[in-house]
């Protein structure tokens, strides 16, 4: 079993709409968690960073950890075709490892 | 800020030929630097990492080797290039044991 599921996907919304990209960890040490935004024939570039359970907002993005259930997600309000890309969830130890999922690809529709 | 540089961009090398990939990074010091693969459609493999100068250590063992020369020079090589060594390689830097890894545009390698 890997330590870090996320939903394979794809994924395909309409432009506007809020998309919810979801996954799970097995390993009760990760502390820190991440999400990327990977476009194609590009390296994944950072989007969310965040430390222990709640919330964390920076504009359309909103990342949440669950530490009770072991799941984070990723909210994007008022999607763009823009936000079209692979997206990659990825979880530290306080050692620093990182352990990442192999990725949702989402297609906003225009 | 942080800057990663990777190149080539793209390179096609026949099975059984030399690879030198080459990292630098730029705006950090003494970072703790990371050579990653992607397949296509897959997720990240960590192939090495290192700490400083010198220091390399090895995820998976294959037909790949890393280098540290300098403080912000991190290079990926081989001997000689498999089929199975194909994808996308990307360079990746941490700044500190909390902070988030920072990639690089990468480097995708066919073998042909």
């Known amino acids: 079993q890997k330590e870090v599921e996320q939903d394979p996907g794809p994924l395909s919304v309409p432009e506007g709409a809020i998309v919810s990209l979801n996954c799970t960890y097995s390993?009760?040490?990760?502390?820190?968690f991440m999400w990327y935004r990977q476009y194609s024939r590009k390296g994944p570039e950072l989007l969310m960073y965040?430390?222990?359970?709640g919330n964390k907002e920076d504009g359309r993005f909103t990342a949440q950890v669950d530490k009770s259930s072991k799941y984070i997600s990723l909210f994007i309000r008022d999607s763009q075709p823009s936000d079209s890309a692979t997206y990659l969830c990825?979880?530290?130890?306080?050692?620093?490892?990182?352990?990442f999922g192999d990725g949702t690809t989402l297609t906003v529709k225009p | 800020s942080q800057t990663i540089h990777q190149w080539p961009a793209t390179l096609v090398q026949p099975v059984g030929s030399p690879l030198s990939l080459e990292c630098t990074v730029e705006?950090?010091?003494?970072?703790?630097l990371y050579w990653y693969r992607q397949a296509a459609g897959r997720g990240l493999q960590l192939l090495f990492y290192s700490v400083g100068i010198g220091q390399i250590s090895s995820e998976v063992p294959q037909n790949l080797s890393a280098s540290r020369p300098q403080d912000r020079q991190f290079i990926l090589s081989s001997k000689k290039l498999l089929l199975s060594d194909s994808g996308f390689y990307l360079c990746?830097?941490?700044?500190?044991?909390?902070?988030?890894?920072?990639f690089g545009n990468g480097t995708r390698l066919t073998v042909t």
């Open positions: 705006g950090t010091s003494n970072p703790n």
């Open positions: 990825a979880a530290n130890t306080n050692a620093g490892k990182s352990t």
């Open positions: 965040t430390y222990s359970s």
């Open positions: 990746a830097l941490k700044s500190g044991t909390d902070s988030p890894l920072h």
């Open positions: 390993n009760s040490a990760f502390q820190y």
